[in-house]
């Protein structure tokens, strides 16, 4: 949203906040007051709405003040009507997006209301509900740290301390629940205007500051200029021979002669200078700033592609983690796609799963295959390219993303890759001068000799499913016939090759980058190689097929070694399952830690539905059709 109070003078600070709560719990009300008590209503307005408001032997109505002055607002075209702004003694506060707007909470969603602070009002009769809780909850996901507490209405809770001390527990128990404290809270009547610019004589008991006193203590929101660099292309615009690529700093600071990257296209530039509208170029450009950049050297980069320093650059991965809250009309569905908006890249994906819904009435979490309306869910997205962001924790505007349907926005969220590997290392070449040598032996040679092709079997599934079982049954067949065969096994060759590795999501994909490798050089020497590891990420099976079809188009056959986790556990062959149920293992495939199914596997092998000796027919049948040769 742009900042367009021309009238706000410029060298006092622009603070912006949101007015959140339960319906009817007096957040217009507060606001018409915040207007009148600053003075910043229209000359004469206040006195009209009296007069009606007497003529017709009705109380004034304070939201009347804020329709009011709204409705002035829209009649004056050169005013963003969505903003409404008053001062304080120290500051001008802008309301960013008025309650009650239709797009509220899709405004909040999206960012485009990013806030300085909140101000989460509850009514001292009607005590905490279910929008105070869910709209405490949207604060936490977006990312608002500073949230002052309004309880209004305290005349007609006789300005009771009692009452004043129950909602207070009530609603620090609930916000501590979501990690948000607030900074203040307050007990008002808007309509009265107790505590809101001067401090009533009713609340004596009340030591704390006024409204006005509290948004004046609020801290400045510092800008992430600390933080690593994030700019995401806008637009790149062709000037003469030079190439100025656009776009906002979304945190840390650049300089010309800085070596940036670009993700998630992995080029690296130096930056040759920076550049502002109708202005000298900058020696340093900060967070925030919209500039224009050209490089040492000319590259092809398009709108999406996020810069950062080389050294400190963003996550790249096809998968993430969110947490998803849902504003849709249709609940989310698994296997369904949307339109992915991360900063200025635009992608499809799809929802992988849904792992738990949490209800921001009590906080529970529970299991749940449908994401409704106004629900909060953790959910896992795919796309089909490589993504580049961070993870919400540890830098927010390249941490979350919308959803849309048919351009319509129906979700909001915050990534994490809890369990999920960053994939760029397994994305970077790093050695250079390298010239590949011809060998003179060819794979026909091979195959003829050999009589059958090369290739990888590259068998998947949960620890117990009988990987490693089938595997070996199959190797001895193969060889009884006659053919080259052997068998990559995950425990044997995590005893040497990949010795120092474990089990986080990254070391699981670089084991199995290392063994995609291996195994597509055994397929080359003419090999049929089967793989038995559980190589939980698809990104990482899809990798291996790659590196299989460098050599061959169809040297890779993805095999789902497929057993219900129950059996897995039932079976547990070498007693993991019980030990990482108890807390012993970390990071347990299928207990604590993901497995993504093929999605689309050459062959799924049923080790639940038949024995042993049909499974291993099963995979002999496939590759005497596959690896035969006319
Ligand atoms: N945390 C954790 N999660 C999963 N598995 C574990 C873990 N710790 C040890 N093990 C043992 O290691 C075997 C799996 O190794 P892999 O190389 O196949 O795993 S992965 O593909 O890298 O995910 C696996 O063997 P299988 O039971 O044959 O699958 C286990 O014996
Ligand atoms: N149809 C089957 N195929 C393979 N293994 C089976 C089958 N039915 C039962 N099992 C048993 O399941 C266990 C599988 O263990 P293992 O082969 O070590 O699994 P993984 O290598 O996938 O971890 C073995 O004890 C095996 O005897």
């Given at each position: 949203m742009q900042d367009s109070s021309s009238s706000l003078d410029m060298l006092r600070e622009t603070f912006k906040i949101v007015v959140v709560g339960h319906v009817d719990h007096g957040k217009s009300t507060l606001i018409g007051r915040l207007l009148y008590d600053t003075d910043s209503l229209p000359t004469g307005k206040f006195e009209e709405l009296k007069a009606i408001c007497d003529r017709r032997g009705m109380a004034l109505e304070w939201s009347f003040v804020l329709d009011a002055f709204q409705a002035e607002r829209d009649q004056a075209v050169t005013i963003d009507t969505t903003q409404i702004w008053f001062k304080t003694p120290k500051r001008d506060v802008v309301i960013i997006d008025a309650p009650g707007h239709r797009e509220f909470l899709k405004n909040m969603v999206s960012g485009a209301a990013s806030a300085d602070a909140a101000l989460l009002v509850v009514d001292a009769e009607e005590g905490v509900r279910e929008q105070t809780r869910r709209h405490g909850y949207l604060l936490h996901l977006l990312g608002v740290k500073q949230v002052a507490v309004v309880i209004n209405k305290m005349d007609l809770v006789d300005h009771s301390e009692d009452r004043y001390g129950e909602i207070v527990r009530d609603v620090t128990a609930y916000l501590h629940g979501i990690g948000v404290e607030p900074s203040f809270i307050v007990p008002i009547s808007a309509r009265e205007g107790d505590n809101i610019a001067k401090k009533s004589?009713?609340?004596?008991w009340y030591k704390g500051p006024t409204i006005l006193e509290a948004l004046d203590r609020f801290h400045s929101v510092t800008v992430p200029s600390e933080q690593a660099l994030r700019m995401p292309v806008q637009d790149v615009y062709h000037f003469d021979q030079r190439r100025i690529l656009v776009g906002r700093i979304e945190a840390g600071v650049l300089r010309p002669g800085d070596e940036i990257l670009f993700s998630p296209s992995n080029k690296t530039a130096r930056v040759k200078s920076l550049d502002i509208w109708d202005a000298p170029p900058l020696m340093e450009a900060h967070a925030g700033q919209s500039i224009g950049l050209t490089l040492e050297e000319q590259l092809f980069v398009e709108r999406g592609e996020m810069i950062s320093h080389v050294e400190d650059p963003p996550v790249l991965s096809t998968v993430f983690r969110a947490r998803l809250f849902w504003l849709g009309h249709k609940p989310l569905e698994v296997g369904k796609r949307y339109t992915l908006k991360l900063a200025t890249k635009t992608a499809n994906v799809t929802v992988v799963g849904i792992d738990t819904l949490i209800d921001t009435d009590s906080l529970a979490h529970r299991p749940g295959t449908k994401l409704e309306r106004n629900m909060i869910g953790e959910v896992v997205l795919r796309a089909r390219e490589v993504l580049a962001f961070d993870e919400h924790v540890s830098l927010d505007k390249t941490g979350r993303f919308v959803l849309l349907e048919d351009y319509d926005l129906v979700g909001g969220g915050l990534i994490s890759m809890e369990g999920y590997p960053d994939q760029r290392q397994s994305l970077t070449v790093r050695s250079t001068n390298v010239y590949s040598v011809e060998h003179t032996i060819t794979r026909e040679n091979r195959v003829v000799r050999n009589g059958h092709k090369g290739g990888v079997l590259w068998f998947t599934g949960l620890s117990g499913a009988g990987k490693s079982t089938l595997a070996m049954e199959v190797e001895k067949h193969l060889f009884q016939k006659g053919h080259q065969v052997y068998v990559l096994d995950g425990d044997n060759v995590r005893a040497g090759l990949n010795a120092n590795l474990g089990f986080s999501p990254e070391e699981r994909t670089e084991n199995i980058r290392r063994v995609g490798e291996v195994a597509a050089l055994f397929a080359d020497a003419g090999f049929i190689c089967i793989t038995a590891f559980i190589s939980p990420y698809q990104a990482d099976r899809d990798r291996a097929r790659g590196a299989a079809n460098r050599i061959d188009s169809d040297a890779f056959h993805e095999i789902h070694v497929s057993a219900d986790l129950n059996t897995c556990e039932r079976r547990d062959p070498k007693g993991l399952y019980k030990k990482a149920r108890a807390g012993e293992i970390l990071d347990f495939t299928g207990v604590s830690a993901p497995y993504e199914a093929p999605a689309t596997p050459e062959l799924v092998v049923d080790t639940d539905a038949k024995d042993l000796a049909s499974c291993v027919e099963q995979v002999v049948d496939y590759i005497d059709r596959t690896f035969r040769v006319e």
């Open positions: 004589t009713s609340t004596p």
